[in-house]
């Protein structure tokens, strides 16, 4: 861990992922807080099990960093038994299933080949977070400073300033 940081993005779920990946890649000093042990937020966490809808029924419209997660997912080739083949959905794109043990190593894999840092197990302090540029977060009921540049809320709600 260094001592200071350009970005620090909070929340290791998809959109923190590749804030964090995007920023780290652009050639920012990057670090990524997650408060659970992995990546993957909800999709992992409670075991959510599908992306998307990532089309308009008719148009492919994801790319990016989201892209990426989508084809590494797909080179194991997960496919349930359970997809509904509705006419307003391509399949293989719209509502992919997932196992969330293989999105935690796709996600895992994103972010060490970007360069950023992590830290897990750890919670920001909101109004600290957000006004300041400053992440303060409890690991383990002890507290750390750790200034930045620039802030990244991607913890999936709302942060009262």
């Given at each position: 861990?260094?001592?200071?940081?350009?970005?620090?993005?909070?929340?290791?779920?998809?959109?923190?992922?590749?804030?964090?990946?995007?920023?780290?890649?652009?050639?920012?000093?990057?670090?990524?807080?997650?408060?659970?042990?992995?990546?993957?937020?909800?999709?992992?966490?409670?075991?959510?099990?599908?992306?998307?809808?990532?089309?308009?029924?008719?148009?492919?419209?994801?790319?990016?960093?989201?892209?990426?997660?989508?084809?590494?997912?797909?080179?194991?080739?997960?496919?349930?038994?359970?997809?509904?083949?509705?006419?307003?959905?391509?399949?293989?794109?719209?509502?992919?299933?997932i196992d969330p043990e293989h999105l935690k190593r796709v996600m895992d894999d994103l972010v060490t080949d970007s360069?950023?840092?992590?830290?897990?197990?750890?919670?920001?302090?909101?109004?600290?977070?957000?006004?300041?540029?400053?992440?303060?977060?409890?690991?383990?009921?002890?507290?750390?400073?750790?200034?930045?540049?620039?802030?990244?809320?991607?913890?999936?709600?709302?942060?009262?300033?």
């Open positions: 861990m260094k001592e200071k940081y350009d970005v620090i993005v909070a929340g290791g779920g998809p959109a923190g992922v590749a804030a964090a990946v995007a920023a780290s890649r652009s050639g920012c000093n990057t670090l990524l807080i997650e408060q659970e042990a992995y990546f993957g937020g909800m999709a992992t966490l409670a075991s959510v099990p599908a992306f998307g809808p990532f089309t308009n029924g008719e148009q492919d419209l994801i790319g990016g960093i989201g892209r990426e997660i989508l084809e590494e997912l797909k080179k194991d080739g997960y496919k349930s038994p359970f997809y509904d083949r509705k006419p307003d959905r391509i399949e293989g794109i719209d509502w992919y299933p360069g950023c840092d992590v830290l897990f197990h750890t919670i920001p302090i909101p109004s600290i977070f957000m006004r300041q540029c400053l992440m303060r977060a409890q690991k383990m009921r002890n507290y750390i400073k750790i200034p930045s540049t620039g802030t990244v809320n991607a913890m999936g709600f709302h942060i009262a300033v």
